[in-house]
């Protein structure tokens, strides 16, 4: 609460700013900026070839985007993960026990980047952290002990990936969803500025769809070897890696239509009888590694992406969490935030996710609950210029690109002095950035 | 045996107080510390190409975004593409009645046999170079985004900038009311030129948000009646090798551009010197500056194992090797103040006497008679149990006081050190100054024997 009337406060000032500087005529303004700009163009050309280009990482909870400043898209995507170094196992490096294991792993991870794929020094280069807005505080202080004490970076910007996505459309008010692995997170932003009174968010998201196929091929799985016909996966389970499950996500699984997934919720949720199922799709042979052929039936196929969808017993789905979000938010914003929905994170990528989320979206409103709050008939939808899951990454290296990124980042010199980041749920962090403390 | 090769039973302390094997520290020279891969700065030296082993220069690494433009990797399997030949007829344009033969190039995968022609790229007429290059379908947005937005930010800067000018010099401006100061002419002066300033007409506000959409297509009707044709679809890794495009058909693959490697300089977090600096030369093996600590400090190894029980003394064989050409003197003396809580779970006794060290020959090595060696150094046959070169064994007595887990000891290494740095070099009448060094050691000597009634008296 306090930090929307921060927020509020805020943008009030930038108003007023904006109010001063209009008063200038026309003729001023040009006098005033007209040169400058022309100069500062000109200049721009020479100073691309040797200005050090911006680090812009963002760690996701399945895949890291790497890349650097002004480009159109990172130079890797690779999974977040490192070799342990007391276990010795690749594990993922939100896996961690304590900041000590998480600072060895981000090391790790972050040289593999800098190192791998960027070939660039990173000594006093510029970095910006594309960081969702429930990042715990133990991982990005980490991520900045690593970035400042190790590779001695010279400045990190922790930028929202909710506020980033939105520079990829040159807009500033969005109702966006990012749905990646771990969780589905909605943030309504209006004129730049998030209302934090309408975020919403639930652990349902790429994970779940791989967990749901596991436990679906568990019990139903069956896997055929040249001496064996169709033995039950559970008999093997060391068979079914998370690679597959991933892999299968990714090759086998579709986002139903909505007319057929609400027949399978029927069954699957509310225990309709089993004849009353859609024909399900046909079945895949995918083959596993050793010879041995795995069936995924028609049903794994059909059903897995059905849990982004099922009403918990709170009714909330990832549809829900959109309306929900727009209930909370001011009244006269509603219009503008359901006329640009923006939906970011790879689990967006799916076949025929955004139709059905549509359809959803739009049973939904019919509903009188919400219906009655929300004078909405139907939603509109952002296409950013890439793909869902670099979308945050796109607008980091839109913001790395620019003469203001000093101005907004975290100083090597500040960290050290102050030994703090600053933070949205923290008052007094607010001078810590370069600008703040030249006013002061 | 193979356990007693383990470069991890002995470990130096680094001056960051973490443990590593020797030949995974540094010596800096300069500040006659060791150094660990976290105690220097890693920097970017030379990119090179792992298949055509050619240099890139920096710049252009940074052009190309890190990728070789002559070397591929094929998108399927990831395996170097080979160029294959074949000579294609085509009639000629003088005379139709003749054909001529032309060669064309088309790239294939040995291991996977992709190759180019599976997913419809024409041949190409040279063996190189001429491989179509895929474009982002979204650049021109994302650069007209980018334009937009740098306007706003240098305004934002300007204004960021002005305000700080006008709080500092607020009465020329009171004066520019009349037209007198020379600040106001150049204002003014300005405004003249500033009409025909090419990026006046761009001014913020004018950059058209993305449209959006209110319904999008349904899935076609193959997906619920046909089996997905997974040898057409790409798999994950495939697609985030190509970030910005992401095919998800195995016939949208396209070559990919090599990426190179490179050769890294170590230097010093302290004194920024460098402590490891490759050859120019990607195919060189060789270092121009090579501070490894196994060149410079002598190692200490464990020769046999031995068996330890609680409270009873055992004789430990340790080898010591000088890796200097020079011969060496090396004390060794107990830590005092045993901080490390870790590594004392048995006494030790060293060597009182300081252990002298050959130099390092290596023509010669072979040809040491062990005898005539340790009669010019004078050995104490107690003390050193053989002389081999620049190697010698010595014994320690390890005295374990746990009775169970593994037997670890710590002691000081103090040895000379012939510091051939320049500025060393310079102080005094060119010799090279030699310098003592101190280095904590730690070995892990081996478990403690199970006290078993059965075998214990064997």
């Keep these: 609460m306090t930090y929307c009337k921060l927020l509020a406060a805020h943008s009030y000032n930038q108003v007023q700013a904006k109010t001063e500087f209009e008063d200038f005529t026309q003729a001023d303004k040009r006098s005033l900026y007209g040169d400058q700009l022309g100069s500062m163009s000109f200049l721009e050309g020479l100073s691309i070839v040797d200005e050090p280009k911006i680090i812009i990482v963002d760690i996701g909870a399945a895949y890291t985007k790497c890349g650097l400043a002004g480009e159109t898209g990172p130079r890797c995507i690779i999974a977040s993960q490192v070799r342990n170094p007391r276990t010795k196992e690749v594990d993922n490096i939100w896996n961690y026990s304590n900041t000590s294991e998480l600072y060895e792993s981000l090391k790790e991870l972050v040289y593999a980047l800098i190192f791998k794929h960027l070939l660039v020094t990173p000594k006093d280069r510029r970095v910006v952290v594309v960081e969702s807005l429930l990042c715990p505080s133990e991982f990005r202080e980490t991520l900045a002990r690593v970035l400042f004490k190790q590779f001695e970076v010279g400045s990190v910007l922790f930028a929202s990936s909710h506020l980033l996505s939105l520079l990829t459309l040159g807009t500033n008010t969005g109702l966006v969803m990012d749905i990646g692995f771990k969780e589905t997170l909605v943030v309504p932003i209006y004129e730049g500025i998030p209302i934090m009174k309408g975020w919403q968010s639930l652990p349902v998201a790429g994970k779940a769809i791989e967990s749901r196929i596991k436990t679906q091929l568990m019990e139903h799985g069956t896997v055929s070897t040249s001496e064996q016909k169709f033995e039950a996966v559970s008999s093997v389970p060391e068979s079914i890696t998370d690679d597959v499950i991933e892999d299968i996500k990714v090759r086998c699984c579709f986002v139903t239509d909505f007319s057929r997934g609400q027949q399978i919720q029927e069954v699957t949720m509310r225990g309709g009888h089993a004849n009353k199922l859609p024909p399900p799709p046909p079945d895949i042979d995918y083959p596993l590694d050793g010879g041995s052929i795995l069936n995924v039936s028609g049903r794994i196929r059909e059903h897995s992406c059905e849990v982004l969808f099922e009403q918990d017993n709170e009714e909330i789905s990832i549809a829900t969490l959109l309306l929900e979000a727009l209930v909370k938010c001011p009244i006269d914003t509603r219009r503008v ?104 | ?140 947005r994302i650069s007209s985004l980018l334009e937009n937005y740098k306007i706003m930010a240098q305004i934002e800067k300007a204004e960021h900038e002005r305000k700080k000018y006008v709080s500092r010099r607020s009465h020329l401006y009171r004066q520019d009311k009349y037209g007198g100061s020379a600040a106001g002419l150049r204002r003014k002066g300005m405004s003249t030129f500033s009409s025909m300033s090419s990026t006046e007409s761009k001014v913020p506000g004018e950059l058209e948000p993305s449209v959006t959409v209110d319904s999008f297509e349904p899935l076609p009707n193959e997906y619920f009646t046909e089996p997905a044709a997974l040898v057409k679809t790409t798999k994950l890794a495939h697609r985030h090798s190509v970030p910005e495009f992401q095919p998800t058909e195995i016939s949208k693959l396209h070559p990919i551009h090599k990426h190179l490697l490179m050769r890294k300089s170590l230097r010093c977090k302290e004194c920024e010197h460098n402590v490891s600096k490759a050859d120019f030369n990607p195919s060189s093996i060789k270092f121009k500056i090579q501070l490894t600590a196994q060149h410079h400090v002598p190692e200490i190894r464990i020769l046999t194992p031995s068996t330890f029980t609680m409270n009873k003394e055992t004789i430990v064989t340790l080898t010591l090797s000088n890796p200097s050409v020079f011969g060496m003197t090396v004390s060794l003396h107990p830590i005092e103040d045993e901080s490390d809580t870790d590594y004392c779970s048995a006494k030790v006794e060293l060597p009182k006497k300081e252990l002298l060290l050959a130099g390092r020959d290596e023509p010669s090595m072979q040809m040491y008679d062990d005898s005539s060696q340790a009669d010019e150094f004078k050995d104490d046959p107690k003390v050193i149990v053989f002389r081999k070169g620049n190697k010698i064994g010595f014994v320690v007595k390890v005295t374990p006081v746990v009775n169970e887990g593994d037997v670890k000891i710590q002691f000081m290494m103090k040895h000379e050190f012939r510091n051939t740095t320049a500025a060393a070099l310079q102080s005094e009448s060119k010799e090279p100054e030699i310098v003592w060094l101190e280095h904590k050691v730690y070995m892990n000597l081996g478990p403690i024997a199970k006290k078993d009634p059965n075998v214990s008296q064997a």
């Design chain 1, 337 to 440: 935030l359901s006329s640009s929905v923006v939906i970011i994170g790879g689990t967006a990528m799916m076949p025929g996710f955004y139709h059905r989320l549509n359809c959803e979206l739009i049973e939904l409103l019919r509903k009188p609950h919400y219906a009655n709050q929300l004078g909405v008939k139907q939603f509109r939808f952002y296409r950013p210029p890439t793909k869902e899951n670099y979308t945050a990454w796109l607008g980091g290296a839109l913001t790395g690109a620019l003469e203001t990124l000093p101005s907004k980042s975290l100083s090597r010199d500040a960290y050290l002095q102050r030994g703090k980041l600053p933070d949205w749920c923290c008052v007094d962090s607010d001078d810590l950035c370069e600008e703040k403390r030249h006013k002061l």
């Design chain 2, 1 to 140: 045996m193979a356990t007693y090769a383990d470069l991890e039973l002995v470990k130096y302390l680094c001056c960051c107080k973490k443990k590593f094997s020797v030949c995974r520290l540094y010596l800096c020279k300069y500040c006659l510390q060791l150094r660990c891969t976290d105690c220097t700065q890693h920097e970017v030296d030379t990119p090179y190409c792992p298949h055509c082993l050619e240099n890139m220069p920096s710049g252009e690494a940074k052009l190309k975004k890190n990728r070789c433009s002559n070397c591929f990797d094929c998108p399927v399997c990831g395996h170097t593409l080979v160029t294959r030949s074949t000579s294609h007829t085509s009639p000629s344009p003088d005379d139709p009645t003749k054909t001529i033969a032309k060669k064309m190039y088309y790239m294939a995968c040995g291991f996977c046999r992709w190759t180019t022609r599976d997913v419809g790229l024409p041949d190409q007429s040279v063996a190189s170079g001429s491989w179509p290059i895929l474009q982002n379908p979204h650049e021109q």
